[in-house]
């Protein structure tokens, strides 16, 4: 079963870009290696994942993104870590249900990706 991921990174100027993928380390690599010249980060690496939600199907991932895209930094910044009572003033139910979020799985990655450098 192919996985989905949409996630949020932190570029060095302290901007936030938020996008979709099916492979997260494969696209923090690119994203790093700066291999679109025409990319918002591109100027701005290096990047850092900051959050990542894992979906099963593309369509609600896809969804999520655009949802997330809209918001403000703030907002997304508080996505990323973990306040539940910021989020829980700003989420609907549907939101909420969508981000069952796992800590472990993100705190596992993070450790991965700092592990490789």
């Known amino acids: ?5 949409v996630y949020i990174l932190e570029c060095s100027d302290k901007l936030l870009y938020t996008g ?3 492979d997260i380390s494969r696209r923090l690599d690119e994203h790093n ?5 025409n990319s918002f980060t591109f100027k701005r690496r ?3 994942v900051i ?5 099963k199907d593309v369509n609600q991932a896809i969804w999520f993104e655009k949802k997330i895209k ?8 508080a996505l990323a870590n ?8 700003w989420l609907n139910a549907e939101m909420r249900v969508i981000l069952k979020i796992s800590i472990i ?7 991965a990706c700092t592990s490789r450098s």
Request: glycine share 2%.
């Open 51 to 55: 959050f990542h939600q894992e979906f």
């Open 33 to 37: 290696a700066g291999v679109n010249k």
């Open 82 to 89: 973990d306040d539940e009572m910021l989020l829980n003033c």
């Open 70 to 77: 809209r918001w403000s930094a703030q907002k997304k910044r």
């Open 20 to 22: 979709i993928t099916n």
């Open 1 to 5: 079963m192919k996985l989905y991921f």
């Open 105 to 111: 799985k993100r705190a596992t990655f993070k450790e």
């Open 46 to 48: 290096p990047v850092e």
